[in-house]
T-cell receptor
Framework: DAGITQSPRHKVTETGTPVTLRCHQT?????MYWYRQDPGHGLRLIHY???????DKGEVSDGYSVSRSKTEDFLLTLESATSSQTSVYFC?????????????FGPGTRLTVL | AQSVTQLDSHVSVSEGTPVLLRCNYS??????LFWYVQHPNKGLQLLLK??????LVKGINGFEAEFKKSETSFHLTKPSAHMSDAAEYFC????????????FGQGTELSVKP
């Protein structure tokens, strides 16, 4: 299995509070991704990174920010959590960023916003 | 732009019978296509991928898929279902885009009856 960990694995928080999810990899891969998974929608890309300090928006980026200060860590922040952000969040990594890209996924973080 | 449609949200088969999970794609470029599997409360695992080589692709655990450009399809099959195949399956397309972004189908839940 690819060396990807996510923390925390489960979190319950209240509306309006800030939340940070962490993705850590030991593969030294250049590309990292954050997705959210909701029933009936598959996985949707939130943000991705193509190098240290290099990030870009995905399909559903509103309400989320990211940071990548080291190759191995990619942080996802909800500045002020809302109930619509209740979801399962997956981090993924890839060694290349072209059409032949194969991504490896972490175990996921289940976030509940009350 | 790329998109993926999984034609069945749920498929139920009996153990030992064939499995067919259907996927149609849309892409303005020659796509790469993937099938991922997600077992309950787990992350996603790559089953197989097509990247413009052989049109019949063999994956892990006896699964295979055939790329049919004329039908814009990439259906997943297995000759004989096993109880351990019960999971959710995602068809995924990666187009000619920077960053290696993936577009996921909505998922097909496979149930296997004894």
């Amino acid at each position: 299995d690819a060396g990807i960990t996510q923390s925390p694995r489960h979190k319950v928080t209240e509306t309006g509070t800030p939340v940070t999810l962490r993705c850590h990899q030991t593969e030294n891969h250049r590309y990292m991704y954050w997705y959210r998974q909701d029933p009936g929608h598959g996985l949707r890309l939130i943000h991705y990174s193509y190098g240290v300090k290099d990030t870009d928006k995905g399909e559903v980026s509103d309400g989320y920010s990211v940071s990548r200060s080291k190759t191995e860590d990619f942080l996802l922040t909800l500045e002020s959590a809302t109930s619509s952000q209740t979801s399962v969040y997956f981090c993924a990594i890839a060694g290349r960023g072209d059409y032949n890209n194969e991504q490896f996924f972490g175990p996921g973080t289940r976030l509940t916003v009350l | 732009a790329q998109s993926v449609t999984q034609l069945d949200s749920h498929v139920s088969v009996s153990e030992g019978t064939p499995v067919l999970l259907r996927c149609n794609y849309s892409s303005s470029y020659s796509p790469s296509l993937f099938w991922y599997v997600q077992h309950p409360n787990k992350g996603l695992q790559l089953l197989l991928k097509y990247t413009s080589a052989a049109t019949l692709v063999k994956g892990i655990n006896g699964f295979e898929a055939e790329f049919k450009k004329s039908e814009t399809s990439f259906h997943l099959t297995k000759p004989s279902a096993h109880m351990s195949d019960a999971a959710e399956y995602f068809c995924v397309v990666s187009g000619n885009n920077q960053g290696g972004k993936l577009i996921f189908g909505q998922g097909t839940e496979l149930s296997v009856k004894p």
